[in-house]
Nanobody, 115 residues
Framework: VQLVESGGGLVQPGGSLRLSCAASGFTFSSYAMSWYRQAPGKERELVAG????????NYAGSVKGRFTISRDNAKNTVYLRMNSLKPEDTAVYYCRAGRAGQSYWGQGTQVTVSS
């Protein structure tokens, strides 16, 4: 099982990034997917989630209206589009696959929002 995040980097406040998480080694379309983040000195928190077929999404209040989670089950990939980025969005972003007690995590990608 592998989850490989990409697309992180340094961006100015107000800018945008799109994170990708490529999955392999399991039946991607059967798993709900989510993005978490962890800032230095803080606990890991849920940012956004999407159901296995992509019909339903949920977001943390701090990112609602700015971030969009989506998935392409044909490409075994989940995305996180991040707009209007703020310095407080700086964190390591992780993707997670979850289903019925099973959970897989990626290694994370750093997002830094700074001028």
């Amino acid at each position: 099982v592998q989850l490989v995040e990409s697309g992180g980097g340094l961006v100015q406040p107000g800018g945008s990034l799109r994170l990708s998480c490529a999955a392999s080694g399991f039946t991607f379309s059967s798993y709900a997917m989510s993005w978490y983040r962890q800032a230095p000195g803080k606990e890991r928190e849920l940012v956004a989630g999407i159901t296995s077929a992509g019909g339903s999404t949920n977001y943390a209040g701090s990112v609602k209206g700015r971030f969009t989670i989506s998935r392409d089950n044909a490409k075994n990939t989940v995305y996180l589009r991040m707009n209007s980025l703020k310095p407080e969005d700086t964190a390591v972003y992780y993707c997670r696959a979850g289903r019925a007690g099973q959970s897989y995590w990626g290694q994370g990608t750093q997002v830094t929002v700074s001028s």
